[in-house]
Each structure stands twice: as structure tokens, then as C-alpha cells.
């Protein structure tokens, strides 16, 4: 039944279906939560989770600035390939996969950028409908538990910024984002619109400035030992494909588009080598 307010407009209290929790959101939430345990426990994820347990075997025996020598699609931040070479010594040591060591704290990142969402929609009647939409996306699955990488880490810090500034805590907001250039380079796409959202120039310098020096902070050993191989290897990388260990390719232009209509390899010589880089 409606209340009635003081001026006798009835307030209808009782809300829908996608406004509260119900056992529709908890079993999503359940299934989205049981593929990525399965993805995690038993798949060997893409062609990028060989290539990072390559990686960090590489970093652990030769050590960082030697490796990134050594091979040059060592593109990763030498913070993130540090740990994971960490990572890999767990491995052999327990001998647990490290396919599974790598992708789990991933998958439970990804859990935690839901969390997050979930806060920075507040009142939003459709709130609990974004929410699990997001955590039932088949794209936020494959990258956060199949795929092998840390792409899913970028969305996790960049959310996590925005959070902390919605509550005006820069230095928090900005630290956030730029320890998240320690993982993973593409977050720093975020930084002019959250630096726009700011009101006032100096609340906007003040971001800046300790934006920089959190994320400088992540590379400067490296860079001090070694700024040419990190500037060529890290910040002069760009894309590849997204693909099974099989070579099979999962997602982006290639998929989308030459499913439809010829391959590069078929178009006239001249147009190859574009073609094929923006596929990439």
C-alpha cells in the first residue's frame, strides 16, 4: 500500500524487480563467479598467458633489465613482470600451474572493479541490473579469467580514481591511477577526463602532480638502470592480437571484420601492410 505524505501525495514504496537484489542478481552473480573459477582451474587461457609465463621465467633466471634485453616483446611494466617472476618461482615450488597463480588474483580483481561499480552507482534504480550485466559480460570474463593478461587490472584502478575523487579525496584518486600504470599503460587514457571532472586548476595540478609521481615512482628503478631498453620495450609497445595458444583469434577487428569479407593476405600488395596493421 501506498503512504501518504503530508500533503497527501501517495509514495509508492513497494519497488521493482530490477531495483533490489533479488534472487535474479544473486544467481547471476553465481554464475558469473563459477566461470571464471572454471575458466581459471581448467583452461590454459590464450596465447598471451604462454607468453607471460615465458616472460616471467625469463625475468626470474636472467633477471628485469637483462631480459628486457634479451627478448624485445618484453612489453610489460617492470613492476608487474617482478612480481610475476615472483610468481613463477611460487609456481615451481608448489607446483601449481602458473597459468592458474597468474589469473586468479585477476579474476579476483575483476570481482572487485564490480564492487566498485556497484558503489559509484549509488541510488540508480538500474544499479543491480549494470551491475551484474557487467559481471555476466562475456568479454569482462574472458579478459579477467581465460585470457592470461592484466588488462582487466586498467578498469579496476581507473574505477577505483574515480571513486576516491566522487568523494573529493584526489591524492587518493590520483595515486590509484598511476599505481595502476605500474601494471598495465593503457589507464592513462583516463587522465584528461578526470582531470577536466576536477573543478579548479589547482585541484587539477594537484592530480597531475601526484599522478606523475606515483607513476614514476613504479618504473624509476628501471629507468635508472636502464631508461633505453624500458622506453623501447615498455612505452614504445603497441597491440597484438587477442588469441588462443592454438594461434585462434578471439577478438577485435580481425574477427569482426574479415569474417565478412577477405582476408589481407587477398587484397591488392599496396594495401597489405596497412590493412594488417590496423587489424593488430
Same mark, same amino acid.
Given at each position: 500500500?501506498?503512504?501518504?505524505?503530508?500533503?497527501?501525495?501517495?509514495?509508492?514504496?513497494?519497488?521493482?524487480?530490477?531495483?533490489?537484489?533479488?534472487?535474479?542478481?544473486?544467481?547471476?552473480?553465481?554464475?558469473?563467479?563459477?566461470?571464471?573459477?572454471?575458466?581459471?582451474?581448467?583452461?590454459?587461457?590464450?596465447?598471451? =598467458? %604462454? #607468453? &607471460?609465463?615465458?616472460?616471467?621465467?625469463?625475468?626470474?633466471?636472467?633477471? *628485469?633489465?637483462? +631480459?628486457?634485453?634479451?627478448?624485445?616483446?618484453?612489453?610489460?611494466?617492470?613492476?608487474?613482470?617482478?612480481?610475476?617472476?615472483?610468481?613463477?618461482?611460487?609456481?615451481?615450488?608448489?607446483?601449481?600451474?602458473?597459468?592458474?597463480?597468474?589469473?586468479?588474483?585477476?579474476?579476483?580483481?575483476?570481482?572487485?572493479?564490480?564492487?566498485?561499480?556497484?558503489?559509484?552507482?549509488?541510488?540508480?534504480?538500474?544499479?543491480?541490473?549494470?551491475?551484474?550485466?557487467?559481471?555476466?559480460?562475456?568479454?569482462?570474463?574472458?579478459?579477467?579469467?581465460?585470457?592470461?593478461?592484466?588488462?582487466?587490472?586498467?578498469?579496476?584502478?581507473?574505477?577505483?580514481?574515480?571513486?576516491?575523487?566522487?568523494?573529493?579525496?584526489?591524492?587518493?584518486?590520483?595515486?590509484?591511477?598511476? =599505481? %595502476? #600504470? &605500474?601494471?598495465?599503460?593503457?589507464?592513462?587514457?583516463?587522465?584528461?577526463? *578526470?582531470?577536466? +571532472?576536477?573543478?579548479?586548476?589547482?585541484?587539477?595540478?594537484?592530480?597531475?602532480?601526484?599522478?606523475?609521481?606515483?607513476?614514476?615512482?613504479?618504473?624509476?628503478?628501471?629507468?635508472?638502470?636502464?631508461?633505453?631498453?624500458?622506453?623501447?620495450?615498455?612505452?614504445?609497445?603497441?597491440?597484438?592480437?587477442?588469441?588462443?595458444?592454438?594461434?585462434?583469434?578471439?577478438?577485435?577487428?580481425?574477427?569482426?571484420?574479415?569474417?565478412?569479407?577477405?582476408?589481407?593476405?587477398?587484397?591488392?600488395?599496396?594495401?597489405?601492410?596497412?590493412?594488417?596493421?590496423?587489424?593488430?
Amino acid at each position: 500500500m501506498p503512504e501518504l505524505t503530508e500533503n497527501s501525495k501517495p509514495i509508492h514504496t513497494e519497488s521493482r524487480w530490477f531495483s533490489r537484489a533479488g534472487i535474479w542478481f544473486w544467481l547471476l552473480i553465481a554464475l558469473g563467479a563459477a566461470l571464471r573459477i572454471y575458466l581459471v582451474l581448467f583452461t590454459q587461457g590464450t596465447y598471451d =598467458a %604462454g #607468453l &607471460w609465463q615465458l616472460h616471467s621465467t625469463g625475468a626470474s633466471e636472467l633477471g *628485469l633489465l637483462n +631480459y628486457y634485453h634479451a627478448n624485445h616483446n618484453a612489453n610489460h611494466p617492470p613492476l608487474i613482470l617482478a612480481l610475476e617472476a615472483g610468481v613463477y618461482r611460487v609456481a615451481v615450488a608448489s607446483r601449481i600451474p602458473f597459468p592458474i597463480l597468474f589469473r586468479a588474483p585477476f579474476a579476483i580483481l575483476d570481482a572487485g572493479t564490480t564492487l566498485l561499480l556497484f558503489g559509484l552507482l549509488g541510488v540508480n534504480r538500474w544499479r543491480f541490473v549494470l551491475t551484474a550485466a557487467y559481471w555476466i559480460n562475456p568479454l569482462a570474463i574472458l579478459l579477467s579469467a581465460y585470457h592470461g593478461n592484466t588488462d582487466s587490472a586498467v578498469a579496476f584502478f581507473v574505477l577505483l580514481s574515480i571513486r576516491f575523487l566522487s568523494k573529493e579525496q584526489i591524492a587518493a584518486g590520483a595515486s590509484a591511477l598511476g =599505481a %595502476g #600504470l &605500474w601494471i598495465k599503460l593503457p589507464g592513462v587514457l583516463a587522465v584528461p577526463a *578526470l582531470t577536466l +571532472y576536477l573543478r579548479g586548476w589547482q585541484k587539477r595540478l594537484l592530480f597531475l602532480l601526484i599522478f606523475g609521481a606515483v607513476a614514476l615512482l613504479g618504473y624509476l628503478p628501471a629507468l635508472i638502470g636502464d631508461a633505453a631498453v624500458i622506453a623501447t620495450n615498455v612505452f614504445g609497445y603497441h597491440g597484438r592480437m587477442l588469441q588462443t595458444q592454438g594461434g585462434v583469434a578471439l577478438w577485435g577487428p580481425r574477427v569482426l571484420f574479415f569474417s565478412i569479407i577477405d582476408p589481407p593476405d587477398q587484397w591488392a600488395v599496396q594495401l597489405q601492410a596497412p590493412v594488417f596493421f590496423s587489424a593488430e
